[in-house]
Nanobody, 115 residues
Framework: QVQLEESGGGLVQPGGSLRLSCAASSTIYSANHMAWYRQAPEKQRELVARIFGGRNTDYADSVKGRFTISRDNNKNTVHLQMNNLKVEDTAVYSC?????????WGQGTQVTVSP
């Protein structure tokens, strides 16, 4: 069983930046799909960014050009760099990994963007 732990959430003003991290309890070398999702109050969970097939990336239209997903195999970690944050980015952000055909989720970290 792989445990995922997110960190880096918090309160930031519009235009600010945050860097989320998701640390896995074991190696992520064989993880072929890693992603960040978010869920805002009274909204459905949505895919924010994903990294797959090694280092291919894909982003939701709403975050393209502002967010960057990356992986660090040496530290068993996936990051989400979030720049130029907007109020509408406020949500609970959760990490996802698929490792050897099994899906794993983190518990989530709150990101609040407010003046």
């Amino acid at each position: 069983q792989v445990q995922l732990e997110e960190s880096g959430g918090g309160l930031v003003q519009p235009g600010g930046s945050l860097r989320l991290s998701c640390a896995a309890s074991s190696t992520i070398y064989s993880a072929n799909h890693m992603a960040w999702y978010r869920q805002a109050p009274e909204k459905q969970r949505e895919l924010v960014a994903r990294i797959f097939g090694g280092r291919n990336t894909d982003y939701a239209d709403s975050v393209k050009g502002r967010f960057t997903i990356s992986r660090d195999n040496n530290k068993n970690t996936v990051h989400l760099q979030m720049n130029n944050l907007k109020v509408e980015d406020t949500a609970v952000y959760s990490c996802f990994m698929m490792i050897r055909g099994t899906n794993f989720w983190g518990q989530g970290t709150q990101v609040t963007v407010s003046p």
